[in-house]
T-cell receptor, first 114, second 110 residues
Framework: DAGVIQSPRHEVTEMGQEVTLRCKPI?????LFWYRQTMMRGLELLIY????????DSGMPEDRFSAKMPNASFSTLKIQPSEPRDSAVYFC????????????FGQGTRLTVV | GESVGLHLPTLSVQEGDNSIINCAYS??????FIWYKQESGKGPQFIID?????DKRQGQRVTVLLNKTVKHLSLQIAATQPGDSAVYFC?????????FGTGTSLTVIP
């Protein structure tokens, strides 16, 4: 398996534009996580899914952020409209099972909103 | 006002020396802990894990110690190499979520 695949690796967009980040988890993993990493806050959990169903989205900063998982092999994180303070590295991770199981991370998407 | 960034603890060691990275966790109900390594421009990478029913676990050149009494984890790296330079995070698993510490930046001096 190629691991967790995220696209794009880098995204530069203007304030107010819609941004969509994509993630392909490792096949067979039932859990998918979206994290945001900044110098100010470190690594923050935004939302996670179990079997394609959102379980906890309490980390999503505001309504401008939304995440979907239409099937077991694909998830998106959308920001609409984007703002400069959304600039960060966004990581997707997947995990094979419930509870004690390591999460495998993608390479991340570096988002810059100007 | 002036914004304050996240100041990572830093550790500098000579190549060949042993490194010890510490982490305090918050949830006494956490039953699983992981150490991750994050190199520049990459995502966190699994190093070693430990369950709460253990107090020590060894891997290749790495050892994790768990002290549940004081909610403390440490990662020991033996014979540190330049390739070990990275940010190291501990993560605690509570339920189905992983909560990450702020990380420690390790620099290995050749």
């Amino acid at each position: 398996d190629a691991g967790v695949i995220q696209s794009p690796r880098h995204e530069v967009t203007e304030m107010g534009q819609e941004v969509t980040l994509r993630c392909k988890p490792i096949s067979g993993h039932d859990y998918l996580f979206w994290y945001r990493q900044t110098m100010m806050r470190g690594l923050e959990l935004l939302i996670y899914f179990n079997n394609n169903v959102p379980i906890d989205d309490s980390g999503m900063p505001e309504d401008r952020f939304s995440a979907k998982m239409p099937n077991a092999s694909f998830s998106t994180l959308k920001i609409q409209p984007s703002e400069p303070r959304d600039s960060a590295v966004y990581f997707c991770a997947s995990s094979p099972g419930k509870g004690a199981a390591e999460a495998f991370f993608g390479q991340g998407t570096r988002l810059t909103v100007v | 006002g002036e914004s304050v960034g996240l100041h990572l603890p830093t550790l500098s060691v000579q190549e060949g020396d042993n490194s010890i990275i510490n982490c305090a966790y918050s949830n006494s109900a956490s039953d699983y802990f992981i150490w991750y390594k994050q190199e520049s421009g990459k995502g966190p990478q699994f190093i070693i894990d430990i369950r709460s029913n253990m107090d020590k676990r060894q891997g290749q050149r790495v050892t994790v110690l768990l002290n549940k009494t004081v909610k403390h984890l440490s990662l020991q790296i033996a014979a540190t190499q330049p390739g070990d330079s990275a940010v190291y995070f501990c993560a605690e698993n509570s339920g189905n979520q992983f909560y990450f510490g702020t990380g420690t930046s390790l620099t290995v001096i050749p």
